[in-house]
Nanobody, 123 residues
Framework: QVQLIESGGGLVQAGGSLRLSCVDAGRTFSRYVMDWFRQAPGKEREFVAA????????DYSESVKGRFTISRDNAKNTVYLQMNSLKLEDTAVYYCAAGSKFGIVRVQDMDYWGKGTLVTVSS
């Protein structure tokens, strides 16, 4: 059973940084590809970043490439999203998700979801 719990969201000024964490309270974390998605007010949930089971391969949406870094620690059952050079348009609820497909996937491709953590970027 996968149980995902996000943390690390908050209020940050444009240009600043935040690091999100997502812990899997279950025991099967390393079996899954892990992704971050986000959903801004009034918009659909969108893919942000993905990391392979071993952590050796990563993929990003064009909107965050070069600014965000996804990483994982399988010993700690945790996936991270380091967000630098934050922009106003990065304001959203960020969700971690577990699945079996790697790449720029769709919401329906993911099997398990956390409840999300809010990131607000101010000017």
């Amino acid at each position: 059973q996968v149980q995902l719990i996000e943390s690390g969201g908050g209020l940050v000024q444009a240009g600043g940084s935040l690091r999100l964490s997502c812990v899997d309270a279950g025991r099967t974390f390393s079996r899954y590809v892990m992704d971050w998605f986000r959903q801004a007010p009034g918009k659909e949930r969108e893919f942000v970043a993905a990391i392979s089971r071993s952590g050796s391969v990563r993929d990003y949406s064009e909107s965050v490439k070069g600014r965000f870094t996804i990483s994982r620690d399988n010993a700690k059952n945790t996936v991270y999203l380091q967000m630098n050079s934050l922009k106003l348009e990065d304001t959203a609820v960020y969700y971690c998700a577990a699945g079996s497909k790697f790449g720029i996937v769709r919401v329906q491709d993911m099997d398990y979801w956390g409840k999300g953590t809010l990131v607000t970027v101010s000017s």
